[in-house]
């Protein structure tokens, strides 16, 4: 059955991969997993066609027959538990990378999302001058912890699996801040995760729809 996922007309980061359709794209690369991708614009986005496959009027979507799926984590899930090669047969492994997963998106994400308005939309509110060393604050003390869980180990349990895949996609997001090189194992655990072929295809792919 075919696989049809929606990206951003144009991504607003020209080509750095950080919308969450690359997300998707590297799933189903490191699955093996063929796609076609339907390119939508921001107004497209917000009419009824679209917001029948996602409520919130976003991106990206998942369709795949009578199928469809909106939200990245679920969607990623999804894909590992359909095809090998992102979670482990061993239950209890699976359970932890299932586990990272949600850490990625729950405990690691929210502060990393807030880095762009306070850098960037909020920079001339009185206020942002004390925020921002907050907000990196929150950052850092993820960060750190998860540094010091993964260790000198190449990926968060084991092998790479889908946990990896959803850490490393939240962590790239802070590669442009430098808060990311302040903690050189995640540095080198991004690196590792970005040179492997499935997110290089990935990339490529997105890239040759946004690149400026
Ligand atoms: N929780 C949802 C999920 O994980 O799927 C969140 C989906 C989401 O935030 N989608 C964004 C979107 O559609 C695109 S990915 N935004 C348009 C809207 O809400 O109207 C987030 C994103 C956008 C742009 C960049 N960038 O340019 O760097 C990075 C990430």
Avoid at 36 to 65: C, D, N, W
């Amino acid at each position: 059955m075919t696989i049809t996922i929606t990206a951003f007309e144009r991504s607003p980061d020209g080509g750095k991969g950080l919308a969450r359709d690359t997300r998707l794209r590297w799933a189903l690369e490191e699955t093996g997993q063929p796609y076609e991708v339907r390119l939508v614009s921001f107004r497209a986005m917000k009419e009824p066609a679209h917001l029948r496959l996602h409520p919130f009027g976003q991106i990206p979507t998942y369709e795949e027959g009578d199928l469809v799926l909106f939200e990245t984590g679920a969607i990623v899930f999804h894909i590992a538990s359909r095809h090998p090669g992102l979670l482990p047969d061993d239950p209890d492994a699976r359970a932890r990378a299932v586990m990272w997963m949600f850490a990625a998106l729950n405990t690691v994400e929210p502060p990393v999302l807030e880095l762009f308005p306070a850098r960037v939309l909020d920079a001339g509110k009185p206020w942002a001058k004390e925020r921002l060393p907050l907000v990196e604050e929150r950052i850092r003390s993820r960060l750190g912890p998860l540094a010091t869980r993964l260790g000198d180990a190449d990926w968060l349990d084991g092998a790479f699996s889908a946990g990896d895949l959803m850490m490393a996609s939240v962590l790239l997001r802070l590669r442009a801040s430098g808060l990311l090189d302040e903690f050189p194992k995640l540095a080198a655990y991004v690196a590792r995760a970005e040179a492997r072929p499935a997110y290089q295809r990935a990339f490529a792919a997105q890239l040759a729809i946004n690149a400026l």
